[in-house]
């Protein structure tokens, strides 16, 4: 066999020694241009070799698109990243593989992943405001990189026909295809229809590039972004053909090798590879293989959504009232800034009747996530709806967990990640395995609506607008269901662990389930709270509880005290104290909410529960806490002899002097302010809490 990328072959010497046979049926997809009637300029021609499709012409890469958005808080993704591209500049040529590094970039839909990788266009700029020293040679070539992307969710998916050849033939189409034309179809075609297709292997394909780009640029060292995106894809549909799944992963990490072997053989260029896609289980570097860094993209933050408002609606007469109304804030909260979501919200009101002041931002978004991710409610796509309870249980819990925690229907927890719409944080930048599930609370709505029994009721879960707004009492309605649904969520996840999956809905419907043996801490039940680290680690047992709302006011006056019974008149009739959580009647002295635990040691826990909040004064100070800690236990002091009282203080204000907190003068107290609110609530509640 010749070499295709020969310059020095004549047309008659191609004719004799690959003289195409006469063609025979197409065997190209209905639609599709093969690949001899293809043409810059859409005149016919006929081309004898792939060499002749390729080589002859100039390259086609995309140009840099405007963005709509500034590429926001993501110093963490440069701080890894740009090290160690300079060590594959420094390293080209090198033969020792772990000298050169691959980028594996995983999330939940709409993190920003494809961003990420299309920003190593602007690397010199992040480098210089990070204070990151670049070489005149590499500054140079990194100003105007090649950009290469191969896209699985595009005309880049898997072939039979292309991807049951080497590996480096494999790649080197799809880069070829990627470089040489806007239309991938037409290359992937003419290499499908041709008898050269073993010559086009990734070596002399991203040669070939480099030559090209030399006579343009005039440098001698060129960098190479290869964006390989939604590599999920491939693995997925190499599965539809029969392969398995460690076998299509292990066909997708050969591939990677194969850019790999090309970092090794030359030092004219230098490789930037980086994969991005849901899935951060698919690809396993091997100790002798080259290095992977996986780097995890966090949500952003208030100010960079608020950012991104302003981006959009810069000028708009109405665009500084919007900003600060309330029902707008909740929503841009609602998205637990994901920057699709955010983006979702934001250019929802473009589609319709523009910017206004009456728009209903939650429900636009709602409605957009639901259009955009149809299966999201789809009990199927999840796999059970315990599989879902126990989504929603960890990221209420905050629980650090790993990929590899199975769920009840025997999925791993990387596989939900995978298919896209769970966002797994790392707890530690140096720890990526070990992460924590997020859920934005417009997504954990729509979940919530799909579960047999719903983790909170969904009225309370609503959309505030200009003329129903989200308001404390609104809160304090939700605080007893959140309460129930982290003991109910402490309960999942502990029969989950045991192997006992099949009994979560049974306890979840307070039905009989044994848990004697079975024990959690306060600190668990109240996370972030502050308190002696005695109370905190005060062991109970657990089971579901319904919530009820009182029938009377139990304390008329603060002085009063509470009677003592164990049996609660509420609204829907009598139930027995250890039953439930009971919501205290609106006008209640000292109390909000009140319920019991079983302790493993000592007396019966009582728990009184006093939310506090104010629209003005936002600071509590020291002697206003002592005097509502010693207002519940006078009330309460006849129940000491029966239980052992624990008082909870949950204000969204800010306790002056937060950091000195008297635990001998209040040592019965958990308190919640809002310094601990977030790990409390979790990221999907807080702001229903702060923003009140």
């Given at each position: 066999?010749?070499?295709?990328?020969?310059?020095?072959?004549?047309?008659?010497?191609?004719?004799?020694?690959?003289?195409?046979?006469?063609?025979?049926?197409?065997?190209?997809?209905?639609?599709?241009?093969?690949?001899?009637?293809?043409?810059?300029?859409?005149?016919?021609?006929?081309?004898?070799?792939?060499?002749?499709?390729?080589?002859?012409?100039?390259?086609?890469?995309?140009?840099?698109?405007?963005?709509?958005?500034?590429?926001?808080?993501?110093?963490?993704?440069?701080?890894?990243?740009?090290?160690?591209?300079?060590?594959?500049?420094?390293?080209?040529?090198?033969?020792?593989?772990?000298?050169?590094?691959?980028?594996?970039?995983?999330?939940?839909?709409?993190?920003?992943?494809?961003?990420?990788?299309?920003?190593?266009?602007?690397?010199?700029?992040?480098?210089?405001?990070?204070?990151?020293?670049?070489?005149?040679?590499?500054?140079?070539?990194l100003q105007d990189p090649c950009y290469l992307k191969i896209n699985f969710n595009n005309q880049h998916f898997y072939r039979k026909e292309l991807d049951s050849n080497t590996y480096a033939v494999r790649?080197?189409?799809?880069?070829?295809?990627?470089?040489?034309?806007?239309?991938?179809?037409?290359?992937?075609?003419?290499?499908?229809?041709?008898?050269?297709?073993?010559?086009?292997?990734?070596?002399?394909?991203?040669?070939?590039?480099?030559?090209?780009?030399?006579?343009?640029?005039?440098?001698?060292?060129?960098?190479?972004?290869?964006?390989?995106?939604?590599?999920?894809?491939?693995?997925?549909?190499?599965?539809?053909?029969?392969?398995?799944?460690?076998?299509?992963?292990?066909?997708?990490?050969?591939?990677?090798?194969?850019?790999?072997?090309?970092?090794?053989?030359?030092?004219?260029?230098?490789?930037?590879?980086?994969?991005?896609?849901?899935?951060?289980?698919?690809?396993?570097?091997?100790?002798?293989?080259?290095?992977?860094?996986?780097?995890?993209?966090?949500?952003?933050?208030?100010?960079?959504?608020?950012?991104?408002?302003?981006?959009?609606?810069?000028?708009?007469?109405?665009?500084?009232?919007?900003?600060?109304?309330?029902?707008?804030?909740?929503?841009?909260?609602?998205?637990?800034?994901?920057?699709?979501?955010?983006?979702?919200?934001?250019?929802?009101?473009?589609?319709?009747?523009?910017?206004?002041?009456?728009?209903?931002?939650?429900?636009?978004?709602?409605?957009?996530?639901?259009?955009?991710?149809?299966?999201?409610?789809?009990?199927?796509?999840?796999?059970?709806?315990?599989?879902?309870?126990?989504?929603?249980?960890?990221?209420?819990?905050?629980?650090?967990?790993?990929?590899?925690?199975?769920?009840?229907?025997?999925?791993?927890?990387?596989?939900?990640?995978?298919?896209?719409?769970?966002?797994?944080?790392?707890?530690?930048?140096?720890?990526?395995?070990?992460?924590?599930?997020?859920?934005?609370?417009?997504?954990?709505?729509?979940?919530?609506?799909?579960?047999?029994?719903?983790?909170?009721?969904d009225h309370l879960l609503f959309f505030p607008t200009i003329d129903n707004s989200w308001k404390w009492q609104d809160f304090e309605g939700l605080l007893g269901h959140f309460q129930k649904a982290i003991?109910?969520?402490?309960?999942?996840?502990?029969?989950?662990?045991?192997?006992?999956?099949?009994?979560?809905?049974?306890?979840?419907?307070?039905?009989?389930?044994?848990?004697?043996?079975?024990?959690?801490?306060?600190?668990?039940?109240?996370?972030?709270?502050?308190?002696?680290?005695?109370?905190?680690?005060?062991?109970?047992?657990?089971?579901?509880?319904?919530?009820?709302?009182?029938?009377?006011?139990?304390?008329?006056?603060?002085?009063?005290?509470?009677?003592?019974?164990?049996?609660?008149?509420?609204?829907?009739?009598?139930?027995?104290?250890?039953?439930?959580?009971?919501?205290?009647?609106?006008?209640?002295?000292?109390?909000?909410?009140?319920?019991?635990?079983?302790?493993?040691?000592?007396?019966?826990?009582?728990?009184?529960?006093?939310?506090?909040?104010?629209?003005?004064?936002?600071?509590?100070?020291?002697?206003?806490?002592?005097?509502?800690?010693?207002?519940?236990i006078n009330s309460t002091h006849n129940h000491r002899e029966e239980y052992d009282v624990v008082v909870v203080i949950f204000t969204n204000r800010r306790i002056a002097g937060h950091d000195i907190l008297?635990?001998?003068?209040?040592?019965?107290?958990?308190?919640?302010?809002?310094?601990?609110?977030?790990?409390?609530?979790?990221?999907?509640?807080?702001?229903?809490?702060?923003?009140?």
């Amino acid at each position: 066999m010749f070499d295709v990328f020969g310059p020095s072959l004549s047309e008659e010497m191609v004719q004799v020694i690959v003289k195409l046979p006469s063609p025979g049926p197409s065997t190209v997809a209905k639609g599709k241009r093969k690949a001899e009637e293809y043409s810059e300029n859409g005149i016919q021609k006929k081309c004898k070799t792939l060499g002749d499709l390729l080589f002859n012409r100039k390259l086609s890469l995309p140009d840099q698109q405007p963005q709509r958005h500034a590429f926001r808080e993501r110093e963490e993704f440069f701080k890894t990243v740009i090290p160690s591209v300079i060590d594959n500049y420094t390293n080209r040529g090198d033969r020792d593989h772990k000298s050169h590094s691959f980028f594996l970039v995983p999330g939940g839909s709409g993190i920003g992943k494809t961003r990420a990788a299309y920003e190593l266009n602007n690397l010199v700029p992040h480098a210089r405001n990070l204070g990151i020293k670049l070489s005149d040679d590499l500054q140079a070539a990194l100003q105007d990189p090649c950009y290469l992307k191969i896209n699985f969710n595009n005309q880049h998916f898997y072939r039979k026909e292309l991807d049951s050849n080497t590996y480096a033939v494999r790649i080197g189409v799809r880069l070829a295809a990627a470089a040489w034309s806007k239309d991938p179809e037409v290359i992937i075609t003419a290499a499908l229809e041709n008898d050269s297709l073993e010559e086009v292997y990734a070596k002399n394909v991203i040669q070939r590039i480099y030559e090209s780009r030399i006579k343009t640029t005039g440098r001698t060292l060129e960098a190479f972004i290869i964006h390989i995106d939604e590599y999920q894809n491939y693995i997925n549909d190499a599965q539809r053909y029969g392969i398995s799944r460690n076998d299509a992963c292990a066909d997708f990490r050969h591939m990677l090798k194969a850019i790999g072997q090309v970092m090794a053989d030359d030092n004219r260029f230098f490789i930037i590879p980086i994969c991005t896609g849901t899935s951060a289980i698919d690809i396993r570097f091997l100790p002798s293989d080259y290095t992977g860094l996986l780097v995890t993209l966090p949500p952003l933050t208030h100010e960079s959504a608020i950012q991104m408002f302003r981006d959009i609606y810069k000028g708009h007469p109405l665009s500084a009232e919007v900003e600060r109304q309330h029902h707008f804030r909740i929503a841009l909260k609602d998205t637990c800034y994901i920057p699709r979501f955010i983006d979702f919200l934001l250019t929802s009101p473009t589609k319709f009747q523009g910017l206004s002041r009456d728009i209903d931002w939650g429900n636009l978004l709602c409605d957009a996530v639901r259009k955009k991710y149809p299966h999201i409610g789809m009990q199927d796509f999840w796999g059970s709806q315990d599989d879902v309870r126990v989504m929603i249980s960890l990221a209420l819990l905050r629980m650090q967990v790993t990929r590899r925690f199975v769920l009840p229907s025997g999925k791993e927890l990387g596989e939900l990640e995978r298919d896209g719409l769970v966002y797994l944080l790392a707890v530690d930048g140096s720890r990526q395995d070990i992460v924590v599930v997020m859920i934005p609370f417009v997504t954990l709505k729509i979940l919530n609506q799909g579960v047999g029994l719903p983790v909170i009721p969904d009225h309370l879960l609503f959309f505030p607008t200009i003329d129903n707004s989200w308001k404390w009492q609104d809160f304090e309605g939700l605080l007893g269901h959140f309460q129930k649904a982290i003991i109910d969520a402490l309960i999942t996840i502990r029969l989950s662990e045991r192997g006992r999956a099949t009994e979560i809905g049974k306890a979840i419907a307070g039905e009989d389930v044994p848990l004697e043996q079975e024990s959690w801490r306060l600190c668990e039940i109240f996370r972030g709270a502050r308190g002696s680290s005695t109370l905190l680690d005060r062991q109970v047992r657990l089971k579901s509880l319904g919530v009820y709302q009182e029938k009377k006011k139990c304390i008329v006056e603060k002085t009063d005290i509470l009677p003592l019974t164990s049996v609660i008149s509420c609204k829907c009739g009598e139930h027995d104290l250890s039953k439930g959580i009971f919501h205290c009647t609106t006008g209640n002295a000292n109390l909000d909410y009140r319920w019991t635990l079983e302790s493993l040691e000592g007396k019966t826990l009582a728990i009184f529960l006093e939310a506090k909040h104010t629209s003005t004064d936002r600071v509590l100070y020291q002697v206003e806490l002592q005097q509502f800690y010693d207002g519940i236990i006078n009330s309460t002091h006849n129940h000491r002899e029966e239980y052992d009282v624990v008082v909870v203080i949950f204000t969204n204000r800010r306790i002056a002097g937060h950091d000195i907190l008297d635990k001998e003068k209040m040592p019965n107290l958990l308190l919640i302010d809002q310094s601990c609110i977030d790990q409390y609530l979790s990221p999907s509640f807080a702001h229903r809490g702060l923003l009140t």
